[in-house]
């Protein structure tokens, strides 16, 4: 029998990652004018592209929502039930669902970010199983394929493997763009659901314990950094201990530069710091994973692009994370956008838990 699958792509989900914006709802303009570069077309196709052969009828949007990706990866067999206004909005997004939802479909599929999955939500409710293709910056919903291969998976076996209820999430991007992380549940969806393919949704912790774990983990890293070598730490609460041990103001939702115990750039996006690396060869980058998701690449600092990982180089990659954290973390996960980048950091990544205490954790490539 074949699957009827309605599917749209927001074009601009995601551009703000690369050029330092925490997102880019409502600020498609400036992302533009900071250079940005649409990215959510190229991810639905590393989706569609393993699944030409699928017996699969698609209904989509006209033009860049849709239809125009479907065709770049191959995909012929498709209707086109909506067509948007230009640019599009939010609104075009919520009525293409709604024709989606009257047509009948048995997956919503859409490739975007937090603010698509609840502009879809805000469309169909729980009356279809959504599923994202993961394109925006932070992604902190649970309703997202952890990578473009793995939404492919959940989609090739739709109907046949159990859908959960998922998290779709609500992130103040007014308060995220000033250092402040205010995210609260917005509602559940049906998700289909394989583990190591379906992302888990963003958790918070903040136990006593935890904060003493940072000061140990900010107090191991302080002493090792190394002279004349620029650290690029990411963002996080963990890695603003370490600036903050360091003497340094840090930022928190961002990425800065650290170097010889100064900062030399902050919230740098990608040019900035290539251009940093272009002076400073010798680099390290610190990163810390998203709790529970596991995310240590492609949520939330895209401005630490494959480009600027091949410049450092992964074997000058540190991982940072509690021991809380780290038990709420059995997988870890990078979804750079670069699929061959993500397979060479191997299959597992030594993290720094506490104080010369460091844990070895399982690295995940769904696809």
Known sequence: MMRCIGFLVNPVAGMGGAVGLAGTDGQVDEAFRRGAVPRAAGRAVQTLFHLRGEEIRWYTSAAPMGEDVLAAAGIERCTVLYHPGTPTTAADTRAACRVFLAAGVDLIVFCGGDGTARDVLDAVGREVPILGIPAGVKMYSAVFAVNPAAAADLIRQAGEIPCRDSEVMDVDEEAYRSGRLAVRLYGYAHVPFIPERTQGGKQVFEQQDEGRAKDDIAAFISEVMLPETLYIIGAGSTTARIMERL?????????????????????????????????????????????????????????????????????NLIVVATPGKLAATPLLYVDSGDPALDREVGDSLLVISGYRIAQRKRVVHPG
């Open 247 to 315: 003497g340094l103001s840090p930022t928190l939702l961002g990425v800065d530069a650290v170097r010889n115990g100064e900062v030399v750039a902050r919230d740098a996006d990608e040019r900035t710091l290539l251009s940093l690396l272009d002076e400073y060869p010798r680099a390290k980058v610190i990163l810390s994973p998203i709790g529970a998701q596991g995310f240590v690449l492609g949520r939330g600092n895209q401005q630490i692009s494959p480009t600027v990982l091949r410049k450092v180089g992964l074997s």
